[in-house]
């Protein structure tokens, strides 16, 4: 197998595997940062926003949605366009996304809760001050962040891209 494809397979792991590489990871100075999404059709806006959140920590993991998780968050039908092995081998092959893990909850938060990472980032859709987790812009996860003295940020989205807008697209 070519080097680099074993280079990027290395990087996708499962949530078991997740917590002892994280764990192999840690130390004194090492700043975990944590993200999630369904990436179906990988963008402009995807690779901006996962490049902002890998420089606020020294290790970026990305949680990635699974099939089952997509349609549960009753996207369109046709959603995934790309099954979640495609979607996490793109993830990890982002020079700056360090570990890739699919999860099949509607929610990261069992994730979120194991791994404790040091800074959760979400996108500028989201409200890190948001307390009320039945709020559309609750950030899944913040109040444990917050709780063990981490960071809960969020980052400007790349007005005009998005998913659903290329499916638009591509459908007219």
């Known amino acids: 197998m070519n080097n680099n494809i074993a280079h990027i397979q290395n990087k996708i792991c499962t949530s078991k595997?997740?917590?002892e590489k994280c764990h192999e990871l840690r130390n004194d100075s090492t700043k975990l940062c944590f993200t999630n999404g369904c990436f179906d059709v990988l963008h402009l806006g995807h690779v901006m926003y996962l490049a902002e959140a890998a420089s606020l920590g020294s290790y970026l993991i990305v949680g990635v949605n699974s099939d089952r998780s997509v349609?549960?968050?009753g996207k369109s039908p046709n959603r995934p366009v790309n099954d979640e092995s495609s979607r996490a081998f793109l993830i990890a092959?982002?020079?700056f996304v360090d570990l890739v893990v699919v999860f099949d909850e509607e929610t990261p938060e069992s994730i979120i809760k194991d791994l404790?990472?040091?800074i959760?980032?979400?996108g500028g859709d989201y409200d890190p001050e948001e307390s009320d987790n039945t709020s559309p812009k609750y950030i899944v996860?913040?109040?444990y962040i917050l709780n063990n003295g981490g960071k809960v940020q969020t980052?400007?989205?790349v007005e005009g891209y998005s998913?659903?807008?290329i499916l638009k697209k591509l459908n007219s």
């Open 17 to 19: 595997n997740l917590i």
């Open 71 to 73: 349609k549960s968050l």
């Open 93 to 95: 092959a982002l020079e």
């Open 116 to 118: 404790m990472p040091d």
């Open 120 to 122: 959760l980032v979400k």
């Open 141 to 143: 996860g913040r109040d």
């Open 155 to 157: 980052i400007n989205l």
């Open 163 to 165: 998913t659903t807008e």
